[in-house]
């Protein structure tokens, strides 16, 4: 069974930090271009970020530039989201989704897509 399986999210201060977890079964995630997505209570889901296959390059949407890091572990078959000054706007259920091509912010290119996982930065 094709599985993803995020973790990692949680209640952070502003300026606070997380790291997600996007663990994948059934499957090599180097294959796959993996991104990262988020969606806010009453807004549509956007793109955060995207590792192409093997790690060749990333990308990130403007409003976590700077902040925000994804990366590969190929032993561990995860993709990692770090997420540094975090700020009351990112707060979120973040997915990952996993699709076949090279990395785009399209939700509908995405084949395996997991649970998500809520990310809350408040004081």
């Known amino acids: 069974q094709l599985q993803l399986v995020e973790s990692g999210g949680g209640l952070v201060q502003p300026g606070g930090s997380l790291r997600l977890s996007c663990a994948a079964s059934?499957?090599?995630?180097?294959?796959?271009?993996i991104g990262w997505f988020r969606q806010a209570p009453g807004k549509e889901r956007e793109g955060v970020s995207c590792i192409s296959t093997w790690g060749g390059s990333t990308n990130y949407a403007d409003s976590v530039k700077g902040r925000f890091t994804i990366s590969r572990d190929k032993a561990k078959n995860t993709v990692y989201l770090q997420m540094n000054s975090l700020k009351p706007e990112d707060t979120a259920v973040y997915y990952c989704?996993?699709?076949?091509?090279?990395?785009?912010?399209?939700?509908?290119?995405?084949?395996?897509w997991g649970q998500g996982t809520q990310v809350t930065v408040s004081s």
């Open positions: 989704a996993a699709q076949y091509h090279s990395c785009s912010g399209e939700t509908n290119d995405y084949v395996y």
């Open positions: 059934g499957f090599a995630l180097d294959y796959y271009a």
